[in-house]
């Protein structure tokens, strides 16, 4: 299907597929049968996990903090929700 060099979360979500990487950048691509290049759309700096949850993107970081934002556009914003406590994947993620 294609690269993902330095990827440290995925997520899919409206038929696309998104993907953090190690250099703090925050991706996305359609998810066909091709080759086709990933398309950046912002920052995504020290993540650990990520996952997809009613149109919004939520990662986890190295500092404990659960983060969401909009899938689309480059200037949108993370909100930070709160602590992420013991989260080794975004199953089991809870917000404090």
Not at 19 to 42: M, N, V, Y
Not at 80 to 91: E, K, P, R, T
């Amino acid at each position: 299907m294609g690269h993902a060099t330095l990827v440290v979360g995925m997520a899919a979500m409206n038929g696309k597929l998104f993907c953090a990487t190690r250099d703090g950048d925050l991706w996305w691509r359609e998810p066909d049968g091709f080759d086709l290049p990933w398309q950046q759309i912002g920052p995504a700096i020290d993540v650990t996990a990520m996952a997809a949850l009613n149109n919004k993107l939520f990662v986890t970081t190295k500092a404990n903090q659960l983060w969401q934002r909009d899938p689309v556009g480059e200037d949108s914003p993370w909100e930070l929700l709160g602590h992420a406590i013991g989260v080794v994947a975004m199953v089991g993620v809870r917000a404090s």
